[in-house]
């Protein structure tokens, strides 16, 4: 998605994800009582391979005018409104409704 803009995750998307999500958990690991090592880098690879494959069949196409740098710039951020912050503001997300609560947001 990130390199083409069509309704299919790349490895691009999930590893920038996964890489807001590491980083998310390390920013807020006072504020949300948990560690990296807790929450389990597993975990987060899995969560950010689901929220990867929602974003790329949720999003609207932007047509002509895109850029790949849009979606990398959007799924990289961990500060509020981020999609980072959306998933990880429970233990157990619904990750198809945070998605699309999220795009909705930035849409």
């Known amino acids: 998605m990130i390199q083409s803009n069509d309704r299919s995750k790349d490895l691009e998307d999930v590893g920038v994800l996964f ?3 590491i980083r998310y958990v ?3 690991e006072e504020e949300r009582d948990q560690s990296l090592v807790a929450a389990g880098y597993a975990n987060l690879l899995a969560l950010a391979e689901e929220a990867a494959t929602e974003v790329a ?5 932007e047509g002509d005018d895109w850029d790949g740098c849009v979606w990398l710039e ?7 409104g981020s999609l980072a912050e ?3 503001a429970t233990e157990d997300p619904n990750v198809p409704e945070v998605v699309q609560e999220w ?4 849409e």
């Open 26 to 28: 390390e920013i807020n």
């Open 74 to 80: 959007l799924l990289e951020k961990v500060d509020e």
């Open 57 to 61: 069949m949720q999003h609207q196409d």
């Open 103 to 106: 795009l909705s947001r930035i």
């Open 86 to 88: 959306a998933l990880m």
């Open 19 to 21: 890489h807001a999500l």
